[in-house]
């Protein structure tokens, strides 16, 4: 069984399950990134404030996978604003990551602080315009700064947001639906900050013969979400991956939805004081 392509609402897919680069290491992400490429992931999901876009390149230089079948996200950091500092900001990231393209550029969180959104978003249009990046969209604007986004009338592929069992943004995601936005859930895992062991999802792992971590991310899938959880560990990564041909049943999905705690379940910062 293949990872699904999911349709994004500008024509183009994405692979629903990938491998993220969050915290690995500059001088392990080659490594680490060629063992997710082998261990079967073809989506993987970087930022320029990872400090690892070059280890990311090499790995995908050194891969021999085809760019066709590679699906690449990288992300604008909160201090390149505007319409200079954006196309210097991917010119950077293209140059780090050895690429002509990516496939997903983001403005990685809405810094409410900083200078208005609208300038950089528009650029990012242009952006696509011009074949630098396939689809754009942004991260971490919740139902409080989407709306700044959506007045613009350029519909973002995706909002990339914290999700896990615990904190599932039902607020943002139905906006997202309303759009025919993806969600992509960031912390898919709860970053491991959460004990998932036992409880509903362990309830849910223990009925199909899967880890909690497998269970948690068979959730995601079911409900139409693109997930890239993060591991080092080549064991861990294919655990993860397998995850693909787990199916859970509406009353195992129903389990887990139950466990949703609000803005109280989120283990990571919040959009509005990150600047
Ligand atoms: P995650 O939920 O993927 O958790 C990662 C942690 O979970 C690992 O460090 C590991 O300790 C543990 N883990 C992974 N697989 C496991 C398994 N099978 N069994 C037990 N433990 C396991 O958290 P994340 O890395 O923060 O999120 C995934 C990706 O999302 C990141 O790598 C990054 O690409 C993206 N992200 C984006 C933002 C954003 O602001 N846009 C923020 C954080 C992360």
Known sequence: MAVQNLDL?????????????????????????????????????TAAIYGNEEGVGRA????????????ITTKLWNDRRGRTETRRAIDESLQKLGLDYVDLFLIHWPAPSGDPIRETWETFADLRNEGLTRSIGVSNFDERFLPSILETGIIPVVNQIELHPQFQQRATQELCAEHNIKIEAWGPLGQGKVDFTS???????????????????AWH?????????????????????????????????ADIDALDKGTEGRVSADPATVD
């Open 221 to 253: 899938l079911a409900q139409g979400r693109i997930v890239f959880p993060k591991s080092n560990s080549a064991e861990r990564m294919a655990e993860n991956f397998a995850a693909h041909e787990v199916t859970l049943t509406a009353e195992d999905l």
């Open 9 to 45: 609402n500008d024509g183009n897919t994405i692979p629903q399950l990938g491998f993220g680069v969050f915290k690995v290491d500059p001088a392990e992400t080659e490594r680490i990134v060629t063992d997710a490429l082998q261990a079967g992931y073809r989506h993987i999901d």
């Open 199 to 217: 409880g509903p999802v362990g309830a849910v792992a223990e009925r199909h013969g899967v880890t909690w971590a497998q269970a948690i991310i």
């Open 60 to 71: 995908i230089a050194a891969s021999g996978i085809d760019r066709s079948e590679l699906f």
